[in-house]
């Protein structure tokens, strides 16, 4: 719970006991999992969320797409 609440210092104590036990359980409460996730995940980075039609290979050998 310490090193929860190094990274997440916006849980009370009672929150991070509350987390702590729930995961332990199997479930914890809806509310305490956005609230981790968001400080903890990080944002998809736009750019590399991009996904191209053609290969690399593709583009270098000076292929052009097709249709």
Do not use: H
Not at 7 to 24: R, W
Not at 39 to 64: D, H, Y
């Amino acid at each position: 719970m310490r090193t929860l609440r190094r990274k997440l210092p916006m849980f009370t104590p009672a929150e991070a006991i509350e987390y702590v036990s729930a995961l332990l359980d199997g479930e914890a409460p809806a509310r305490l999992v956005a609230l981790a996730t968001k400080e903890l995940v990080e944002p998809l980075n736009p750019v590399l969320a991009v996904k191209t039609i053609l290969s690399g290979a593709e583009t270098q050998a000076g292929r052009r797409p097709e249709g």
